[in-house]
């Protein structure tokens, strides 16, 4: 599926017909407002897309295979390169948001050398220099150390939530990298590159981030799930459902419960990374043969438990799925303690001194633990893989594939659909910990009132659910969740607007070129 980022001149290309009316509306404004702001015409605008993320959660960063597909809110930032830079040396960013009460306008002058971006302060210009900074230096790898970057003024809109589990972040670091690749002279941006250079500079900010997000930002497709890989490389291609009766769709819903990664990462999403890594290298060291050494790889920490798997089962002849189930066995005979092990258990099982895992595991981000729950990370992590791989087989295998007509009900097929999503919030809830109450009590809610399967996606901690829905109770399901989630919150009139939404499946980043700053 890599290529180039499509360039289009319409916004038919980008969204559905259902949302079109509201996108002209939203676009304009953001052109309008640029032109008032800087005085001329912005000459394109990049936009990716948030993300839902259907099956395979928190198992990016351990290189495992996750079903994501992108929806209609996204980022788009409008772009001119008509601005001087202030001295020789330097070049000029000056970014503004459309919310500029609570996003205010910056100004800097960078020097050629290095994009410095510091990850201790939460500041939202924060998540565009950290894409101009893997922009930059892929295009240094490719033009040469003497390359000279453009001055850029831009003008961001987001409709993605933030800390809302749909990757807001993620959008808005694949669109900044975009946009400068693009307002460098880049006509041609590889989906391929622009993803990578997307996952390496989240980092930057302070997220160990796993790849998924930024696969389904930059190359989804309209109609279409994703189904991405990061083992032996990143790759991405298109699954399709099957014709069900009755249709199926996905709802997102929203529970106000903000989860900023950046922010609680030292306690929630960047020490399950951690664990993550702690346990490849415990499970390494004890289950595979002397001196095996962990394979360095794309893994945030260098390291996966995908490396383990992979040296474990060396040579081996069993298909994927009978290769997790042999690993979920010995990771409960090998990692047996429940309460989790301290940093000086967790050295002695892998073989090497508490200062060196500090600084294998624990230097790169802050983290706050006093036990690593070794035991259950492993768990979830081969578990969902392993839900992958079936909810991939119920929609690809032709011998599972449901008779769908007007009179023939696929209800038992939808609800094995379901079950596996039902599994996963169990697991996110009871053996990964990254749930809270007001998921559990929304996906018991939708449960309920007929959804199939319903569970946290994104991050977790709050954000967003997904729930695989029959068509005919959208409704139903909604006025349960307004009465008995929303009735009891104090969410203002504009938030509820966006508070559940049927997702469609959605197109990717793309560049669209403007003609004398209008679409």
């Known amino acids: 599926m890599s290529g180039?980022?499509?360039?289009?001149?319409?916004?038919?290309?980008?969204?559905?017909?259902?949302?079109?009316?509201?996108?002209?509306?939203?676009w304009n404004s953001l052109l309008e407002k640029f032109q008032a702001h800087y005085g001329s015409p912005a000459q394109f605008v990049a936009r990716s897309p948030g993300r839902v993320n259907i099956i395979g959660e928190h198992i990016d960063y351990s290189l495992y295979s996750c079903l994501p597909m992108a929806i209609t809110p996204d980022v788009i930032i409008a772009v001119s390169t008509d601005v001087t830079p202030s001295a020789d040396g330097t070049y000029k960013i000056k970014i503004a948001n459309v919310d500029d009460q609570r996003f205010p306008t910056r100004e800097f002058d960078i020097p050629h050398a290095e994009v410095e971006i510091d990850a201790t302060k939460h500041e939202w210009t924060?998540?565009?220099?950290?894409?101009?900074?893997?922009?930059?230096?892929?295009?240094?790898?490719?033009?040469?150390?003497?390359?000279?970057p453009t001055s850029m003024q831009v003008l961001m809109d987001g409709t993605v939530p933030a800390g809302g589990g749909l990757s807001s972040s993620a959008a808005f670091v694949s669109t900044s990298?975009?946009?400068?690749?693009v307002a460098n002279g880049e006509t041609h941006v590889d989906?391929?590159?622009?993803?990578?250079?997307?996952?390496?500079?989240?980092?930057?900010?302070?997220?160990?981030?796993?790849?998924?997000?930024?696969?389904?930002?930059?190359?989804s497709e309209r109609g279409s799930a994703l189904l991405v890989?990061?083992?032996?490389?990143?790759?991405?291609?298109?699954?399709?459902?099957?014709?069900?009766?009755?249709?199926?769709?996905?709802?997102?819903?929203?529970?106000?419960?903000?989860?900023?990664?950046q922010v609680t990462g030292p306690i929630h999403y960047n020490l399950r990374v951690v664990e993550c890594s702690m346990a490849a290298a415990y499970l390494?060291?004890?289950?595979?043969?002397?001196?095996?050494?962990?394979?360095?790889?794309?893994?945030?920490?260098g390291v996966s438990i995908r490396g383990f798997h992979e040296n474990y089962a060396k040579g081996s002849q069993k298909p994927m799925t009978e290769q997790l189930e042999e690993l979920i066995e010995l990771t409960k005979k090998t990692l047996t303690q429940e309460q989790g092990y301290t940093v000086e258990e967790v050295a002695s099982g892998i073989g090497i001194s508490v200062d060196e895992l500090k600084a294998r595991f624990m230097s790169s981000f802050p983290v706050r633990g006093e036990y690593f729950k070794l035991r259950q990370r492993a768990l979830h992590v081969f578990t969902e893989a392993l839900r992958v791989l079936q909810f991939l087989s119920l929609l690809e295998d032709s011998t599972q594939a449901p008779a769908s007509s007007e009179n023939t009900t696929t209800e038992e097929y939808n609800q094995r659909l379901g079950d596996l999503l039902n599994q996963t919030q169990d697991s996110c809830r009871d053996v990964y910990e990254c749930s809270c109450p007001e998921i559990d009590d929304i996906c018991r809610i939708a449960r309920d009132a007929g959804s199939y399967g319903s569970r946290l996606t994104g991050a977790g901690w709050g954000g967003c659910s997904v729930h695989l829905v029959?068509?005919?109770?959208?409704?139903?399901?909604?006025?349960a969740l307004v009465e008995k989630y929303y009735s009891k919150r104090q969410v203002a009139d504009k938030d509820m607007e966006g508070a559940i939404v049927v997702s469609r499946p959605m197109n990717g980043s793309a560049v669209f070129k403007l003609n004398g700053g209008k679409i």
């Not at 894409?131 to 003497?146: E, I, V």
């Not at 004890?286 to 790889?297: A, I, N």
Request: with cysteine; proline share 8%.
């Open 284 to 301: 390494n060291a004890k289950l595979c043969p002397p001196g095996t050494e962990l394979p360095k790889d794309a893994g945030p920490l």
């Open 470 to 479: 029959p068509a005919d109770k959208v409704d139903q399901i909604r006025d």
């Open 191 to 219: 989906k391929k590159d622009l993803t990578e250079v997307a996952i390496v500079s989240e980092r930057a900010v302070g997220v160990n981030s796993g790849g998924m997000d930024q696969s389904a930002s930059v190359f």
């Open 126 to 148: 924060n998540y565009f220099k950290s894409g101009l900074r893997g922009a930059l230096q892929l295009l240094k790898k490719k033009h040469g150390a003497d390359f000279k």
């Open 177 to 181: 990298a975009l946009a400068v690749m």
């Open 4 to 26: 180039p980022v499509p360039s289009v001149t319409a916004l038919q290309d980008i969204y559905t017909a259902q949302s079109l009316a509201d996108q002209q509306t939203r």
């Open 229 to 261: 890989s990061f083992a032996p490389t990143l790759s991405a291609r298109p699954v399709y459902f099957p014709k069900t009766n009755p249709e199926l769709c996905f709802m997102i819903v929203q529970s106000f419960v903000t989860s900023n990664k």
